[in-house]
């Protein structure tokens, strides 16, 4: 072994292995890439002795050592390829204690490496709660391996799992899961002479996999010609060695596993899924939670938000009169100061959001959502793991396309991937809210239904039918042979774990200032020295002008006339010349050019629109710093037509636009670096830019 334990966490998906993986890590671990794949690699490092260190690899989530997907095929070559940097010197399988025979499954792969293994039965306290009493002496007699129970959840039986892991030889001591050579005894013995192995299994898995895997590339034809000399047939094999797999985990777990409570496992939540996926009732049940969330984002996030707007309008009036006047108060004040104060007054919307999802995944309410929608999306071209990426996208649709990685068919995979980002991300959740607080009246209907919510709500299913469509016409356009499955184990129902729920609120509120904090702030800046300046004769022009106006006219006021030159000055501005460029093309839309500025700035970030509007704003108010952001745009005045800007017909045509268009360049760039090819994300591009502008000038045509 190497000075560092090299140690592998391996295991079913749901078996709270990234759980453990956190409580042995910490805050000591790094996000990466497998090489030469775009397969998120968790590694993390822990003590555990005063001499001993490890490094942990958290390996993707698979029910057995045979890949489905892109995320499960990266498991063997892990564990099989010893020049892989990431190749483990032992491994710890974590196994759901609830359900220990189909999770010994993948246990039994593994032993069959020949590679060191611990044993880690988690959930034992749900276990018990259950009515199952595991023998765990018995069980690792008669597997020969260190058995220890824990509870990842409540942190019990992580000293005893470090001080196991510890006290790991470098060889492995397990027993055999299966008489592997009777399944092709010719071809593995051939294998074995072609790679200078003497593991069975070994050269089984190669034969198996060896299309799909990165070592042994020069040797790909040569195991071609041993599957087609024995008849090799892969899919009746693999059943075959299941079966006999099944067969020996039943004879070592006779007498290991006392089920008292067979008769009341799951009953709990058996009753309560007779209702929340009831056929009928529990679609009306998600669009009431659903309801519910979009209501406590409006009501629940008015008085932090309040106090926030005001607080930073505060700071924006104490500078400017406290302050030097010059450049920099003018940038910090109208530039950073005010693209700051617009997004971090969405921070209470943000974190209640978070926390809802949080609540609703920890429950195991979301996975029956999953459940639920997969005979829907079905119809509309879409795999029943492409669920997860759809609901994921309500978050953030970068990581839910990363997530698409666990769909095997390429069509399915590929449809998901192009309809993702449609669906509305807490990103477009800033703009959503400031301009339904611009145009929708703060009134409940019946006391208790707010139109506001609503309309969010609203806003929210727009974008999921939108995203079901655009699947229905890729479903005919996009063509390929392969049929796909979706197999799910619905978890039981928990408590969700509250202090989870908080770290999530904070960690996704960090995330939002910080991510999206440094590219509005840049934006800021550059969008403040954009509107603060611009071709000299204009400006001087501007200057004369107003000159002449004050010695002409000694009653109008000077703040009045500052004011005026303000907006002169910032309409004559590279920013406004930028804007006005577009305005002929938005302008069927109702945008004016100040909201075509907002829509170039906020490609790099869709929340970049609300900052953007608040340094648009400041810039533009002259000598009067009065007010909040969204008082300054509810009196902004339309050059044509002197009425309001902001209109109903304004604002629901400018939601429409940030719900369907692709305004974020991080998506652009996950879309290419899954597919490997720029024509995707162009053509994602253009398809979803057209709907935004098709839609919006529909909406704003027929409502003005």
Known sequence: MSDILKIALVGNPNTGKSTLFNLLTGLNQKIGNFPGITVDKKVGYCKLTTDLQAEVTDLPGTYSLYPKSKDESIVFQVLADKQNPSHPDMVVVVADATNLRRNLLLYSQVADLNLPVVLALNMTDMARKEGINIDVDKLSARLGIQVVAISARSKTGLTELKQAISNITSIATQEKGADIKVLADLAIEEVKALVGTDNDYYALQLLHQHEHLDFFKDKYEQFEIIERAHHFESSKLQAAETISRYRYLSTILSGVIEDTGAAKKFVVS??????????????????????????????????????????????????????????????????????????????????????????????????????????????????????????GSLACAVPSIMSARTIESWKDRMITIMVAPLVSCSARLPVYTLLIGLIIPDEKVLGIISLQALTLMGMYLISIVAAMVVALVMKFIIKAKEKSYFIMELPVYRMPRWKNVLYTMYEKSKTFVFEAGKVIIAISIVLWVLASYGPSARFDSIEKKYAQIELQQDSVKVSTLERDKAAEKLENSYAGILGHTIEPVIRPLGFDWKIGIALITSFAAREAFVGTMATIYSVDNGMDNEGTMRDKMRVAKDANTGLPLFTFATGASLMLFYAFAMQCMSTVAVVYRETKSWKWPLIQTVYMTAMAYIASLIAYQFLK
């Open 270 to 391: 058996d009753r309560i899924d007779s209702i929340l996926t009831n056929r009928f009732w529990g679609f009306f049940i998600f669009l009431f939670i659903l309801f519910f969330v979009f209501n406590a984002i409006f009501s629940w996030a008015t008085y932090p938000m309040d106090l926030i707007e005001e607080s930073f309008a505060w700071l924006t009036s104490f500078g400017h009169e406290h302050l030097p006047a010059g450049v920099l108060t003018d940038l910090v004040l109208d530039g950073v100061v005010a693209g700051l104060g617009g997004i971090v007054i969405f921070i209470p919307q943000i974190a209640i959001l978070f926390a809802f999802i949080s609540i609703l995944e920890d429950t195991g309410y979301m996975a029956r959502v999953t459940f639920m929608m997969d005979k829907i999306m079905r119809k509309f071209g879409l795999s029943g793991r492409s669920v997860v990426p759809m609901i």
